[in-house]
């Protein structure tokens, strides 16, 4: 799944799945049970055909294991049965890109969010035809099953628009996302309304970049921004297959920086509105 993830110094990279309470609680049965039976990381991993690193990754929570990872590690550490048992209570969140949970952990529990984005309608916004039409050119391509969980996890996330009615949203969209017609002008026109009736919501903020605007702060790409309830920033950024939490104050400022003034060139959000409701009559 893309968000619509490369930041300086101070950030958390994504690169593997953010641990999980069974991640880490199976992670933390492979290390008890190998240091009982005493192997080092490097002896079990040598024993597993594994590599140090991955090991490691596995008893910390950042890895899921492979499928036939239990029934090899089993005769190694005792045969207890208890990885067996623990491996029924692995879950991740499906649907979501591994360098993405971060961000959307964070997200649950944010007094503010801001996204400028350029590339394709932010995924809080998206219509299942929509997300549907990204997921079905993605490459490599999806299964049905992959697809469906891609728009399960996706319409869950949007239950944020709907439950934190205290959060404050601001999106700053250029005006060419809605000019693609990704999906079909049915697709495009369904769009359209969708986003005109989240706008108006009180705490949903949507304002246009018009396509006649000229240099602005969101060349180098999208702009991904939160306050969490204890007043802290943190930025986000993407790129193909990877993505960061920004948590340096400075970089997080500069991102702060370049989003106040996108807002300060797009239309104001009364001014946005009659200018999608324009694109959606010619339709």
């Known amino acids: 799944m893309t968000a619509n993830g490369t930041g300086g110094g101070g950030t958390v990279s994504g690169g593997e799945p953010e641990p999980s309470d069974s991640l880490r609680t199976f992670g933390a049965f492979v290390q008890a049970l190998r240091e009982h039976a005493g192997m080092s990381r490097e002896e079990f991993g040598t024993l597993m055909g594994l590599s140090k690193h991955t090991v490691t990754s596995i008893e910390v929570g950042r890895r899921m294991p492979d499928p036939d990872f239990v029934e090899r590690a089993e005769p190694l550490l005792g045969n207890t049965g208890a990885l067996r048992n623990a491996v029924r209570h692995l879950s991740r969140r499906p649907g979501l890109a591994s360098w993405f949970r971060q961000w959307a952990r964070k997200e649950e529990t944010a007094i503010s969010l801001c996204t400028y984005e350029c590339r394709v309608i ?3 916004l998206q219509t299942e035809a929509y997300a549907r039409a990204l997921f079905e050119e993605r490459l490599p391509p999806l299964s049905d099953e992959e ?23 601001s999106f700053v969209l250029d005006e060419h996302l809605f000019l693609r017609r990704t999906g079909g002008s049915e697709a ?9 009736e989240v706008s108006r919501r009180r705490n949903i903020e949507i304002q246009v970049l018009p396509t006649t605007t000229g240099v602005h702060p969101g060349l ?17 950024s993407e790129g193909q297959e990877t993505g960061q939490l920004i948590s340096e104050a400075k970089v997080v400022s500069v991102l702060q920086q370049r989003y106040a003034k996108l807002r300060s060139q797009a239309l104001t959000p009364e001014e946005s509105g009659s200018l999608l409701l324009r694109l959606r009559g010619e339709l």
């Open 220 to 236: 180098d790409g999208p702009i991904r921004l939160l306050e969490t309830a204890e007043n802290h920033w943190f930025g986000y």
């Open 122 to 124: 932010p995924g809080l």
């Open 188 to 196: 495009a026109r369904n769009l359209l309304d969708h986003v005109l």
């Open 147 to 169: 697809i469906q969980a891609q728009w399960t996890a996706r319409a869950e996330r949007q239950r944020l628009l709907r439950g934190r009615p205290n959060t404050a949203f």
